[in-house]
């Protein structure tokens, strides 16, 4: 085939927008920020997992501090009544009988008294766990927004930058001959569509082209087409490839 050399360097700026088109049509689909807010969600979903079990674990000492307060209670109560009881009493015998009563219901209130300062202990640990948890997630959830405001921001401008390319594109492609534009996108479809020839290597597959191929392809004349032997594509020259 035989083309104007005009003609064949416009396909330079088409395979130059075709690589732009491509590359912003992959960051509009998958922005670089993509993996990382999903391995967020991910993250999110492990603390808020653990976040549970701490929760849980705090419930667990709650309820267990209620219990106890509630026996204490109870002691209490017991104590109040058998302290009246020892007041009203005139029976030695049933005196001694609350005295002894008295003794072991205020140690087993020290002993729930005691069991209660550790549960305390245990509930304000377990709260600062999930005070922690929690911070977590919140910073989690934060990156997980700025990165996804980001992703917004650079999937609008490649789209921008796209509809600018696709507009460029259809303008030079109007201006190339059917049939050597023909040419170029079957080759464009399967790989490199064509490429400049500088300082013997073809710039499509940045391969050095064989001395006898480059001799070759500079024997002939300047309006024929010709191709990298390398990558298929078509090798357009100018005067860099001299």
Do not use: H, W
């Amino acid at each position: 085939m035989n083309a104007d050399p005009a003609d064949q360097r416009k396909l330079l700026d088409l395979a130059d927008l075709d690589a732009r088109i491509r590359r912003d049509e992959r960051v509009a689909a998958n922005p670089p920020q993509a993996e990382r807010v999903r391995e967020l969600i991910a993250q999110r979903a492990t603390l808020a997992q653990e976040l549970g079990t701490r929760a849980n674990a705090r419930d667990d000492i709650t309820a267990e501090l209620k219990r106890l307060e509630s026996d204490v209670a109870v002691v209490d109560a017991r104590i109040a009544r058998d302290t009246e009881r020892l007041a009203a009493s005139s029976n030695p015998k049933q005196a001694q009988g609350f005295e002894n009563e008295l003794v072991s219901l205020k140690r087993r209130k020290g002993d729930l008294e005691d069991m209660e300062i550790a549960l305390m202990e245990r509930l304000e640990a377990a709260d600062a766990a999930v005070a922690e948890q929690e911070a977590q997630i919140a910073d989690t959830n934060a990156q997980g927004a700025q990165l996804s405001a980001e992703a917004k921001t650079t999937v609008s401008d490649a789209t921008t930058r796209l509809d600018g390319a696709r507009r460029d594109r259809d303008a030079v492609a109007a201006s190339v001959p059917a049939d050597l534009l023909g040419l170029y996108e079957r080759l464009a479809s399967r790989g490199n569509g064509a490429g400049l020839l500088r300082a013997g290597a073809c710039e499509a597959c940045r391969m050095v082209l064989p001395p006898s191929d480059l001799a070759t392809v500079r024997r002939a004349q300047t309006d024929e087409v010709v191709f990298c032997p390398e990558c298929g594509a078509i090798l357009v020259r100018t005067e860099e490839s001299r």
